[in-house]
């Protein structure tokens, strides 16, 4: 059924071509239909590609099909639905007389161009735009040692989103070194489906090294719920494994419990949360089971995956004064300048990006470093945060 309306779609688009341009400039309908075939074959190539695919699901050649041929659906066979409907929509006012609305299917390529225009830059662009964003948290009373402590806060990677460009995750992994962090904290979902995306991407994440350690939780993504053909004791499999290639990249992978470090005489609690459950079915694990036994310390740093258990769980009910979060990507969409931050996430999450806080409870939310579903970021470009905690 896809397939045939996708050949409806074609036909259409065709025909909406050599009425604009047949008549009026063959130059113009030659360049523009040579155009819309380029798109045409590009867009097959991934449909012949992922109906014919018989593998494992999760391998990382299969989701990144998938993930570009959702992305030129969205590039191209929407604005072609887009244009088809200006055109046709003109063809019926005028089915007396004969002919279409020329203005009208004008405007449908104009609109059309527009969104292909933006979504293409997104995709070749926007997703590799990374930035580091820089913050400053006070904490009151913080010991001397503690004072200037840095940590990078990353999220969110999706490694599907470099099957193509390892070496790019490299160059991302000497940034944080460049950064000299104390710590290395990974806020959750690394894959999108199971295990297998990871690929040899361990080899590379170890790269980046932090002085007092490397931090990381599981994503509601990481625990595989995700995935289509995956039973209960497949999840369980699943978890177990991303434990081990997580570890394998690095991190000490926090299971719903905490650990301790000392930087000189200071004590950093560090508390990891996994995160389960499908949008907007999430499932936050029992903070307060995580922290059982962790008496005091002198800075307490809770990772948890989705910024909605702050306001849940952790803020006016808990003594953790930085907490850090991901998960929302801040929906790879809105608008990011110094006077306006808007993203469609803000509907969904009251803490969908940057740096929150109550009284003395501080929230970071990353918006990601890799992309999920579509390949592309309009105006929200992949974050690493090096986050400076200091004396208040």
């Known amino acids: 059924m896809f397939i045939f309306f996708l050949l409806i779609v074609e036909i259409l688009t065709f025909i909406v071509l050599r ?122 009373d913080l010991p001397g040692e503690l004072d200037g402590l840095k940590i990078v806060h990353l999220s969110d990677l999706h490694l599907v989103s470099f099957y193509h460009h390892h070496d790019l995750l490299e160059r991302l992994m000497e940034r944080v070194n460049s950064y000299k962090p104390d710590l290395i904290i990974n806020s959750g979902d690394f894959i999108n489906y199971g295990w297998r995306e990871f690929d040899r991407f361990d080899t590379i994440l170890v790269k980046a090294t932090g002085r007092l350690g490397k931090f990381a939780v599981l994503g509601n993504h990481d625990i595989g719920t995700y995935h289509p053909y995956f039973t209960e004791a497949d999840r369980e499999h699943n978890i177990l494994i991303m434990n081990n290639l997580i570890s394998a990249s690095g991190y000490k992978v926090l299971n719903n419990e905490f650990t301790t ?37 002198d800075l307490k740093i809770l990772i948890m995956h989705d910024p909605n258990q702050w306001g849940e769980d952790v803020r006016g009910k808990t003594d953790i004064q930085v907490s850090l979060a991901g998960h929302t990507h801040g929906m790879q969409l809105g608008i990011l300048t110094k006077k306006l931050k808007w993203s469609p996430a803000r509907f969904f999450y009251q803490h969908w990006h940057g740096l929150y806080n109550e009284g003395d409870q501080f929230l970071y939310v990353n918006r990601g470093l890799g992309v999920l579903a579509i390949p592309f970021r309009i105006w929200m470009p992949p974050e690493i945060t090096l986050i400076k905690i200091i004396s208040g």
């Open 261 to 297: 470090i000392k930087k000189g005489n200071a004590r950093i609690a560090l508390i990891g949360v996994i995160t389960m459950g499908q949008f907007p079915n999430i499932i936050f694990s029992d903070l307060q089971k995580a922290t059982e036994g962790l008496d005091s310390a």
């Open 19 to 140: 009425d604009f341009f047949y008549e009026k400039s063959r130059i113009k309908y030659f360049f523009s239909s040579a155009f819309n075939g380029v798109l045409t074959i590009w867009l097959w190539i991934l449909v012949i590609e992922a109906t014919l695919y018989k593998g494992i699901y999760d391998m990382p050649v299969n989701i990144w099909i998938l993930m570009n041929l959702t992305g030129m659906i969205c590039a191209v066979v929407a604005p072609r639905i887009i244009l088809i409907i200006f055109h046709f929509s003109g063809k019926i006012k005028r089915r007396e007389t004969g002919g279409f609305i020329r203005s009208r299917t004008g405007k449908g390529l104009i609109i059309s161009f527009i969104i292909f225009s933006i979504i293409a830059g997104g995709s070749l662009i926007g997703r590799f735009n990374f930035r580091t964003e820089e913050v400053t948290i006070r904490i009151e």
